[in-house]
């Protein structure tokens, strides 16, 4: 029996293979998996989560390099893993046992990857409690102005169809909390990641007006 490929958006033909164009491309492959896959959405608000810790806390250089390390080897993994998905589905129009185990080990090695992150985190928060439980003034303000930028980029990334207002809106008003903080940051390295993340995510929006889901 032939289970039908899912529908995807279709990335735009390919004009030039010049160096900018393979960043383009690069690009666009980027803001697609953010815009179409849903782990990648998750991996994209957790990363803001982690440039908000990072940019209020002040870390040793170790832990900064590891922490910005971990959350790119995430994103490299699921953009590896999205496109193995897309080329087993492109290789196998009918369901297959191999195919399946195939998508499975993809998506652990993922899995892996956060987990380990995750327990990477818990250890450096551990390891810096004592920093922690003496910036309550940071932490507080940190949580005043993170928690809703990172509710900006959440609302940035649903897939959920909504006026471009409201992503207009949601964009500038990350813009805005994102300024607020960066004065009193305690790491100019997090909150360019932040602001990084904050622009993929209205990017991902621009992405799914211009091709969106039937």
């Not at 735009?12 to 690009?27: C, D, I």
């Not at 897309?86 to 399946?100: N, P, Y």
């Not at 090695?109 to 004592?130: K, M, Q, R, S």
Request: proline share 6%; with cysteine; aromatic share 8%.
């Amino acid at each position: 029996m032939t289970v039908p490929a899912p529908h995807r958006p279709q990335f735009p033909s390919r004009r030039s293979n010049g160096l900018f164009a393979s960043f383009g491309h690069a690009w666009a492959g980027l803001i697609h998996t953010v815009a179409w896959q849903r782990n990648m959405r998750i991996h994209l608000i957790s990363g803001v989560l982690v440039g908000l810790v990072g940019s209020g806390i002040p870390l040793g250089l170790a832990e900064k390099v590891t922490l910005i390390f971990c959350v790119l080897l995430i994103f490299f993994a699921e953009i590896l893993n999205s496109a193995l998905e897309q080329l087993v589905d492109l290789a196998v129009q009918q369901f297959d046992e191999k195919a399946r185990l195939t998508k499975d080990a993809a998506a652990a090695g993922v899995l892996v990857l956060a987990g380990g992150t995750v327990v990477i985190f818990a250890a450096i928060l551990i390891n810096y409690w004592e920093t922690v439980r003496t910036s309550t003034d940071a932490i507080l303000r940190q949580v005043a102005l993170g928690l809703p930028l990172a509710g900006c980029a959440t609302v940035l990334v649903l897939p959920q169809p909504r006026p471009v207002a409201i992503d207009v809106v949601a964009f500038l008003a990350g813009c805005g909390l994102l300024a607020l903080t960066a004065p009193t940051s305690a790491s100019l390295v997090f909150t360019a990641l932040t602001a990084a993340l904050l622009f993929i995510a209205g990017a991902a929006a621009r992405e799914r007006r211009r091709h969106p889901q039937p």
